[in-house]
T-cell receptor, first 110, second 114 residues
Framework: SQKIEQNSEALNIQEGKTATLTCNYTNYSPAYLQWYRQDPGRGPVFLLL?????KEKRKERLKVTFDTTLKQSLFHITASQPADSATYLC?????????FGAGTTVTVRA | EAGVVQSPRYKIIEKKQPVAFWCNPI?????LYWYLQNLGQGPELLIR????????DSQLPKDRFSAERLKGVDSTLKIQPAELGDSAVYLC????????????FGPGTRLTVL
């Protein structure tokens, strides 16, 4: 069966450190993978997209890697800030259809 | 530019009652999606519209759920009758023509069925 697994535990880190989130998948062949941020009481907000032929993507303090052999994506938040505290969702795309993981909650301590 | 608008934001109903959710997508976005999000889980697609046509409703429980997008702009999702297990957040999203890799989500409607 198809499965998307993100860090099962919430992540608590000190301000300024790097947060690394994991997204593993089985029985998918995604054309691309996305990462979203979701704050309590709000809908997900698109952050980054990485395609199957790309290894790494960066946007400001965010970095995403995509290893189709390992079936894994890593999402890094460098120089983390308390404002980065949120739940981060990975989503695998097959054409238009997104399949989401359950998310990892990140808390950045000042 | 206004984002995706949803109403109501919260709804509490008794089981077996009907309920409806409304969504207005970003202006010019021809693709509209309805998702369901349970607590602690990611969103799950219920239905996708291209203009007024439902092009994927395979995950919509058609015995009690229905949706419409009559003029290819705003959309309504209905549940009749609601069950306890329908308590969740219902999210609407939209994307532009040719840019379905970027979906913009609304704030969602939190439904509680008592």
């Amino acid at each position: 069966s198809q499965k998307i697994e993100q860090n099962s535990e919430a992540l608590n880190i000190q301000e300024g450190k790097t947060a690394t989130l994991t997204c593993n998948y089985t029985n998918y062949s995604p054309a691309y993978l996305q990462w979203y941020r979701q704050d309590p009481g709000r809908g997900p907000v698109f952050l980054l997209l990485i395609r199957e032929n790309e290894k790494e993507k960066r946007k400001e303090r965010l970095k995403v890697t995509f290893d189709t052999t390992l079936k894994q994506s890593l999402f890094h938040i460098t120089a983390s800030q308390p404002a980065d505290s949120a739940t981060y969702l990975c989503a695998l795309a097959d054409d238009y259809k997104l399949s989401f993981g359950a998310g990892t909650t990140v808390t950045v301590r000042a | 530019e206004a984002g995706v608008v949803q109403s109501p934001r919260y709804k509490i109903i008794e089981k077996k009652q009907p309920v409806a959710f409304w969504c207005n997508p970003i202006s010019g976005h021809n693709t509209l999606y309805w998702y369901l999000q349970n607590l602690g889980q990611g969103p799950e697609l219920l239905i996708r519209y291209e203009n007024e046509e439902a092009v994927d409703d395979s995950q919509l429980p058609k015995d009690r759920f229905s949706a419409e997008r009559l003029k290819g702009v705003d959309s309504t999702l209905k549940i009749q009758p609601a069950e306890l297990g329908d308590s969740a957040v219902y999210l609407c999203a939209s994307s532009a023509r040719g840019e379905t890799d970027t979906q913009y989500f609304g704030p969602g409607t939190r439904l509680t069925v008592l």
